[in-house]
């Protein structure tokens, strides 16, 4: 099963922009569609968004969309989630996701350990 690793969490104030990071370990990314979810205290896991093999379709929560952007490099074997405009409502550990599938949001079969985001006013 890949291994999935994310970095690039942290503090930041509202309004600001923090750039997140996946790595599959060992694994090719270009076999997997991706994912993002995010999930903070007291809530279920949530989607947030998806990018298929090969990047030419993408899917986002609508909590997110024009203020984030998923994006992959299969030559750095990377998949990426920039976001902006970031609220404190943001505040999340965010997760990492694989599929065999097509569309990460209907469906995960690897999770990564998840990187923290916090939002300050």
């Known amino acids: 099963q890949v291994q999935l690793v994310e970095s690039g969490g942290g503090l930041v104030e509202a309004g600001g922009s923090l750039r997140l990071s996946c790595v599959p370990s060992?694994?090719?990314?270009?076999?997997?569609?991706m994912g993002w979810f995010r999930q903070a205290p007291g809530n279920e896991r949530e989607f947030v968004a998806a990018i298929s093999r090969f990047g030419s379709g993408t899917d986002y929560a609508d909590s997110v969309k024009g203020r984030f952007t998923i994006s992959r490099d299969n030559a750095k074997n990377t998949v990426y989630l920039q976001m902006n405009s970031l609220k404190p409502e943001d505040t999340a550990v965010y997760y990492c996701?694989?599929?065999?599938?097509?569309?990460?949001?209907?469906?995960?079969?690897?999770w990564g350990k998840g990187t923290l985001v916090t939002v300050s006013l």
């Open positions: 996701a694989a599929t065999n599938g097509s569309n990460a949001r209907f469906g995960v079969d690897a």
């Open positions: 060992g694994r090719t990314l270009s076999n997997y569609a």
